[in-house]
T-cell receptor, first 115, second 112 residues
Framework: EAQVTQNPRYLITVTGKKLTVTCSQN?????MSWYRQDPGLGLRQIYY???????DKGDVPEGYKVSRKEKRNFPLILESPSPNQTSLYFC??????????????FGPGTRLTVL | DQQVKQNSPSLSVQEGRISILNCDYT??????FLWYKKYPAEGPTFLIS?????DKNEDGRFTVFLNKSAKHLSLHIVPSQPGDSAVYFC???????????FGTGTSLTVIP
């Protein structure tokens, strides 16, 4: 079954404690991205990756890091989480950035609370 | 600054009637537009899309209309069904297809 998986689904942590949210896709997609969803703001793109070792900033990259060492995985790293990073996070993948016939597949979401 | 806007946070429609969800954008460089549907505790799922070279795209009960001069698109659902109750997001991207800009979502409730 084609899918994007995220772990953990729920996470409560404290300010400053480094954490990683994992994302994996089994569709051999070149592109992957992280979004955060906040009330009244919709989904905002944090980082995206066009292929292994190629990443770029989205709209709201501050406070986040990503890496793409393997095609299937795209972890989101918060080196020093702060309460304003409390949000619902989604990972997505898609197969092409040019044809526009490819759509994004989203993971189920990770709800993060930073105390 | 929100480049894609959905000004109606919520919409209620009777089963069998038409649902019309609206979306406005500000960036004239956007050339591809998508609608996603989201149920609680799940990720968004793709519903329908339209390229800027078209003004209408239809897929079963779902039709998207694009008015480039007004920078406006709309999603029509006919007939509406209770299973359509969800949050609908519109999104837009430019010609690189790398970056996507989402609206704030409209919560649709279809009343049986």
């Amino acid at each position: 079954e084609a899918q994007v998986t995220q772990n953990p689904r729920y996470l409560i942590t404290v300010t400053g404690k480094k954490l990683t949210v994992t994302c994996s896709q089994n569709m051999n997609h070149e592109y992957m991205s992280w979004y955060r969803q906040d009330p009244g703001l919709g989904l905002r793109q944090i980082y995206y990756s066009m292929n292994v070792e190629v990443t770029d900033k989205g709209d709201v990259p501050e406070g986040y890091k990503v890496s793409r060492k393997e095609k299937r995985n795209f972890p989101l790293i918060l080196e020093s989480p702060s309460p304003n990073q409390t949000s619902l996070y989604f990972c997505a993948s898609w197969s092409s950035g040019r044809t526009h016939t490819d759509t994004q597949y989203f993971g189920p979401g990770t709800r993060l609370t930073v105390l | 600054d929100q480049q894609v806007k959905q000004n109606s946070p919520s919409l209620s429609v009777q089963e069998g009637r038409i649902s019309i969800l609206n979306c406005d954008y500000t960036n004239s460089m956007f050339d591809y537009f998508l609608w996603y549907k989201k149920y609680p505790a799940e990720g968004p799922t793709f519903l329908i899309s339209i390229s800027s070279i078209k003004d209408k795209n239809e897929d079963g009960r779902f039709t998207v209309f694009l008015n480039k001069s007004a920078k406006h698109l709309s999603l029509h659902i006919v007939p509406s069904q209770p299973g359509d109750s969800a949050v609908y997001f519109c999104a837009a991207s430019g010609n690189t297809g790398n970056q996507f800009y989402f609206g704030t979502g409209t919560s649709l409730t279809v009343i049986p």
